[in-house]
């Protein structure tokens, strides 16, 4: 059984930092597509960060040069380092994986998710 849970949410002021963790069980890791995903209300959900099983990596542009997408294997570790926090960043943020090492499709497995909010 997959399961991918979120921690390292939280209220941070604009222009702080936030890590946020994903553990991942259930299924091969390594070779899987994951991202970091958010959402807030009344919009669709917007992928931020992903990296594949490869370890190639890919950002919406709003989190270029800002958020860092990172993978620990050994501990089936998903990460996403947020520095420079604006307010639009304030959002849901999901963690999921595709079971597939490329990234170019629709994501398989979703985390419960966790809250950050950036105040100004």
């Known amino acids: 059984q997959v399961q991918l849970v979120e921690s390292g949410g939280g209220s941070v002021q604009a222009g702080g930092s936030l890590r946020l963790s994903c553990a991942a069980s259930?299924?091969?890791?390594?070779?899987?597509?994951m991202g970091w995903l958010r959402q807030t209300p009344g919009q669709k959900r917007e992928k931020v960060a992903l990296?594949?099983?490869?370890?190639?990596?890919g950002y919406v542009d709003s989190a270029k040069s800002r958020f860092t997408i990172s993978r620990d294997s050994a501990k089936n570790n998903l990460y996403l380092q947020m520095n420079g926090l604006k307010a639009e960043d304030t959002a849901i943020y999901y963690c999921?994986?595709?079971?597939?090492?490329?990234?170019?499709?629709?994501?398989?497995?979703w985390g419960q998710g966790t809250q950050v909010t950036v105040s100004s």
């Open positions: 999921a994986a595709r079971s597939d090492r490329f990234c170019g499709g629709a994501f398989d497995y």
């Open positions: 990296i594949d099983g490869d370890g190639n990596t």
């Open positions: 259930g299924f091969t890791y390594r070779r899987y597509c």
